[in-house]
């Protein structure tokens, strides 16, 4: 039988808008209406396309998502966040249930009355195996002995589930089953142990709380495709709602993340899963605040760190190139943790990487971006905004390149200080050049 996904994004990509390309060249998803219909009509209709590259792509706040490690400091509710991944919350299963039987939510109670003061969606990941039911108590895991080894019994792991499940039933919205378990110090066992702990879960959720989505494991990095495959043809893909994948590419740029994303979706298709939507639930990378306390921080040696000029260029374009790839939520890590933050202080400073993370998501909020695609040195994005205005973000990875607008237009950049700003009023085909730091042009 046909994938049905395929028809989808063959239907949507006919269901799109048209924006003038520099240099006269036409950029073109088919509209095969009425004029008179085609500017309403075509955004309504888009709001079904299937998250394939190519279909116009609408952004919605829960994909504007974070980790948050200190829900009790209040600025991360002004920055417009519309989902929060609960980990590195010190709300794993070893710090809920100690011993068995004796569950501590206090933690996890404050966090949950937090954002839900904020109206945020929760996604709460399912993880870290208390020794008292761990197969290997002896085994060093990231979290404490034997936190990264599968439950000694599945019904230790189902009973908690549950509890969790129904102690924040209508609250909690979506549950990952564990982080990362590619990499051994979360996670020691085979794909085919973590599908059965899914397996398990998934019964214990939806027993309790039918419409809370169930999200696949979080596999990590390009060297996790074959585990993910394993883990799908394992039978995972048959209990999930969502696939979670990190696209981390710690050695490179934003636009290093658009083969893996292709990957991934490439191995759902071939596990009969290719219109299952794709969560990005963990990217970041390392921002040096100037202090020089990342060999203290213990950041590995060969990560990246980036300047802030560079982190304020790397978030839209990180942002842009998710959500035009089918992506449908992006965790950033992390909103306030102490080398990977957006803010400064832990949570309690806005830096220009942090506001700019506000600036574009209130910039591009209810829109839509189409294809992001190299043009030459540039990369270009097609935008329609939430107005109906037709516009473009274009960059360059590196150095600065000269490109000519077809059309007239306005010009907006992102400032020193991370903020959207209009600059002027362009003539058609005025030389710009772009950095790589992006450009916005309106259509009017």
Same mark, same amino acid.
């Given at each position: 039988?046909?994938?049905?996904?395929?028809?989808?994004?063959?239907?949507s990509?006919?269901?799109s808008?048209?924006l003038?390309?520099?240099e006269?060249?036409?950029? &073109?998803?088919?509209?095969?209406?009425?004029?008179?219909?085609?500017?309403?009509?075509?955004?309504s209709?888009?709001?079904?396309?299937?998250?394939?590259?190519?279909?116009?792509q609408t952004?919605?706040?829960?994909?504007?998502?974070?980790? *948050?490690?200190?829900?009790?400091?209040?600025?991360?509710?002004?920055?417009?966040?519309?989902a929060?991944?609960?980990?590195?919350?010190?709300?794993?299963?070893?710090?809920?249930?100690?011993?068995?039987?004796?569950?501590?939510?206090?933690?996890l109670?404050?966090?949950?009355a937090?954002?839900?003061?904020?109206? *945020?969606?929760?996604?709460?990941?399912? +993880?870290?195996?208390?020794r008292w039911?761990?197969?290997?108590?002896?085994?060093?895991g990231?979290?404490?002995m034997?936190?990264?080894?599968?439950p000694?019994?599945?019904a230790?792991?189902?009973?908690?589930?549950?509890?969790?499940?129904?102690?924040?039933?209508g609250v909690?919205?979506?549950?990952e089953i564990?982080?990362?378990?590619?990499?051994a110090?979360?996670? &020691?066992?085979?794909?085919? +142990?973590?599908?059965?702990?899914?397996?398990?879960?998934?019964r214990?959720?939806?027993?309790?709380?039918?419409?809370?989505?169930?999200?696949c494991?979080?596999?990590?990095?390009?060297?996790?495709?074959?585990?993910f495959?394993?883990?799908l043809?394992?039978?995972a893909n048959?209990?999930?709602?969502v696939?979670?994948?990190?696209?981390?590419?710690?050695?490179?740029?934003?636009?290093?993340?658009?083969?893996?994303?292709?990957q991934?979706?490439?191995?759902?298709?071939?596990?009969?899963?290719?219109?299952?939507?794709?969560?990005?639930?963990?990217?970041?990378?390392?921002?040096?605040d100037?202090?020089?306390?990342?060999?203290?921080?213990?950041?590995?040696?060969?990560?990246?760190?980036?300047?802030?000029?560079?982190?304020?260029?790397?978030?839209?374009?990180?942002?842009?190139?998710?959500?035009?790839?089918? *992506?449908?939520?992006?965790?950033?890590?992390?909103?306030?943790?102490?080398?990977?933050?957006?803010?400064?202080?832990?949570?309690?400073?806005?830096?220009p990487?942090?506001?700019?993370?506000?600036?574009?998501?209130?910039y *591009?909020?209810?829109?839509?971006?189409?294809?992001c695609?190299?043009?030459?040195?540039?990369?270009?994005c097609?935008?329609?905004?939430r107005?109906?205005?037709?516009?473009e973000?274009?960059?360059?990875e590196?150095?600065?390149?000269?490109?000519?607008?077809?059309r007239?237009g306005?010009?907006l950049?992102?400032?020193?200080?991370?903020e959207?700003?209009?600059?002027?009023?362009?003539?058609?085909?005025?030389?710009?050049?772009?950095?790589?730091?992006?450009?916005?042009?309106?259509?009017?």
């Open positions: 039988m046909a994938d049905p996904s395929k028809a989808r994004c063959a239907l990509r006919n269901l808008f048209n003038p390309r520099a006269s060249r036409a950029l &073109s998803w088919r509209l095969p209406l009425a004029p008179s219909l085609a500017p309403s009509l075509a955004l209709l888009l709001a079904l396309a299937p998250p394939c590259a190519g279909a116009p952004f919605t706040p829960a994909f504007f998502g974070a980790h *948050v490690h200190r829900a009790g400091n209040d600025l991360w509710k002004r920055a417009g966040l519309g929060l991944r609960l980990h590195d919350s010190n709300v794993t299963w070893a710090e809920l249930e100690p011993e068995r039987g004796r569950r501590d939510w206090r933690n109670d404050r966090i949950v937090s954002a839900r003061g904020a109206r *945020v969606e929760l996604l709460l990941p399912l +993880q870290g195996t208390p039911a761990a197969s290997e108590p002896r085994r060093a990231a979290y404490g034997g936190a990264n080894t599968a000694a019994r599945l230790d792991w189902s009973a908690y589930v549950g509890a969790v499940a129904r102690r924040y039933k909690v919205g979506a549950y564990w982080n990362e378990p590619n990499l110090r979360f996670f &020691s066992g085979a794909p085919q +142990q973590m599908a059965a702990l899914t397996r398990s879960a998934a214990a959720i939806r027993q309790i709380d039918p419409a809370a989505k169930v999200v494991a979080g596999i990590t990095g390009s060297y996790g495709l074959r585990w495959k394993d883990y043809a394992a039978g048959k209990d999930c709602d696939i979670a994948y990190h696209f981390y590419v710690h050695h490179g740029s934003p636009e290093k993340m658009v083969p893996v994303i292709k991934v979706r490439a191995a759902m298709r071939g596990a009969g899963i290719g219109d299952m939507p794709i969560w990005n639930t963990e990217t970041g990378w390392v921002i040096d100037g202090r020089g306390n990342l060999p203290a921080a213990g950041v590995p040696s060969g990560w990246r760190a980036l300047s802030m000029e560079t982190a304020v260029a790397y978030v839209p374009r990180a942002l842009l190139l998710a959500r035009s790839n089918g *992506v449908e939520r992006f965790y950033w890590y992390s909103w306030d943790h102490g080398t990977m933050g957006l803010t400064s202080g832990r949570g309690t400073g806005m830096t990487a942090a506001r700019v993370y506000t600036s574009f998501r209130n *591009v909020m209810g829109g839509r971006v189409g294809r695609a190299r043009e030459g040195a540039l990369w270009r097609a935008l329609v905004l107005d109906g205005t037709r516009a973000a274009w960059w360059s590196r150095g600065r390149h000269t490109f000519r607008p077809a007239a306005s010009l950049r992102i400032n020193e200080r991370g959207i700003e209009r600059v002027r009023q362009l003539a058609a085909r005025s030389p710009l050049a772009a950095g790589p730091t992006p450009l916005f042009i309106e259509y009017r």
